[in-house]
């Protein structure tokens, strides 16, 4: 079973950074596609940025350019780097995984396709 525990969110000003990290254990050895995601409050969850096992990312139009998603493959940590906050970035982020099938691209997968989720961790950003 896959655990994945996120960490680094916080409270920061508009215009600020954060970055997210998602631990991950209880791997084997195929591949899995990861991914960011957040919800606000009265909101559906959403996608955010997703990495394939080759490395192959994708964002969601609202962060591109802003966020950042990498991942140290011998350490098993996913992290999401956060520039430019603004206000409507507020939300509990949340990283998910999958096991990548062959020929599935990370970012064409529903969120309901995620079988691994964290807890969660809460980013607020003031104006």
């Known amino acids: 079973q896959v655990q994945m525990v996120e960490s680094g969110g916080g409270s920061v000003q508009a215009g600020g950074s954060l970055r997210l990290s998602c631990a991950a254990s209880?791997?084997?050895?195929?591949?899995?596609?990861m991914g960011w995601f957040r919800q606000a409050p009265g909101q559906e969850r959403e996608g955010v940025a997703r990495i394939d096992v080759d490395g192959r990312t994708s964002y969601a139009d609202f962060v591109k350019g802003r966020f950042t998603i990498s991942k140290d493959n011998a350490k098993n940590i996913l992290y999401l780097q956060l520039n430019s906050l603004k206000a409507e970035d507020t939300a509990m982020y949340y990283c998910?995984?999958?096991?990548?099938?062959?020929?599935?691209?990370?970012?064409?997968?529903?969120?309901?396709?995620?079988?691994?989720w964290g807890q969660g961790t809460q980013v607020t950003v003031s104006s």
């Open positions: 209880g791997y084997t050895d195929r591949g899995y596609c």
């Open positions: 998910a995984a999958r096991v990548s099938l062959r020929g599935e691209r990370c970012s064409a997968l529903p969120l309901r396709y995620f079988p691994f």
